[in-house]
């Protein structure tokens, strides 16, 4: 049920998401890593935290070396079996755990960490910034993009909150709240530098999902 979830809302997301996703990633091409060893080599480390079926391959490096998280491990099928189209992605073992508690990945260990369309739905964003900052190596880069509230006052907003307060849409969309401030979470995170953008991404059906505007997108760094 999980599995399918993801993969219906992957199919309605991601082909309207592709042009944001596509800039946002860009730079992931061009990061030289701070592991000697992989730096060397031209490659970098990625971390992606709810990385569900892997709906990001077609974004990373070649030769990346990619440490796959999530808390649900019926991914893990999907997730392999998708990876097999990109054999440029060296797929490491999947952790299941909370992005709250990543205490299998070591300190200072990752040069960058993509997390998309995750902190809607978590139990505490700010415990997970703050994990992210723990494995980033020191210049390291979180890659993030986001659904947010929208703008106060507006018509959105109300209806936002009221279908979050209520329940009627986290109980439907695998816990996703639709009213939380995760740019300003971002920016209190305490990273050294953040540039973030807002845009729309508009999904043409289901229509309901055009409630997940506005998005933020950006680079946080270490």
């Known amino acids: 049920m999980f599995v399918t979830t993801l993969l219906n809302f ?3 997301y991601e082909k309207p998401a592709e042009k944001v996703k596509r800039k946002l990633f860009s730079s992931l091409q061009d990061m030289l890593s ?34 796959p ?3 649900n491990e019926e991914v893990k099928t999907k997730l392999i079996e998708n990876c097999k ?7 490491k073992n999947l952790i299941v755990a909370e992005a709250e508690n ?3 990945i070591e300190d200072n260990s990752v040069d960058a960490v993509v997390c998309s369309l995750v902190l809607c739905s978590a139990k505490d964003p700010k415990r997970i910034l703050r994990e992210i900052k723990r494995v980033l190596l020191p210049g390291g880069k979180l890659f993030f993009l986001e659904h947010v509230h929208a ?13 979050t307060v209520t329940n009627i849409w986290p109980a439907s969309a695998l816990g996703c709240e ?7 979470t971002i920016l209190k995170a305490g990273f050294s530098e953040v ?28």
């Open 151 to 163: 703008e106060n006052g507006t018509f959105k907003n109300k209806l936002q909150s009221a279908l």
């Open 34 to 67: 701070g592991d000697k060893k992989l730096k060397n080599e031209g490659r970098i480390r990625i971390l992606e935290i709810g990385i569900g079926t892997g709906t990001n391959f077609k974004y990373y490096p070649k030769g990346c070396q990619l440490i």
């Open 85 to 91: 189209n990109y054999p440029h992605i060296e797929l």
């Open 195 to 222: 540039d973030i953008k807002k845009t729309d991404i508009v999904i043409e059906k289901p229509y309901m999902l055009r409630l997940m505007n506005p998005h933020i997108y950006g680079i946080a760094t270490k």
């Open 102 to 104: 990543m205490e299998e």
């Open 178 to 184: 639709l009213n939380r401030h995760t740019g300003e």
């Open 69 to 71: 998280l999530d808390s």
């Open 10 to 12: 992957a199919l309605a």
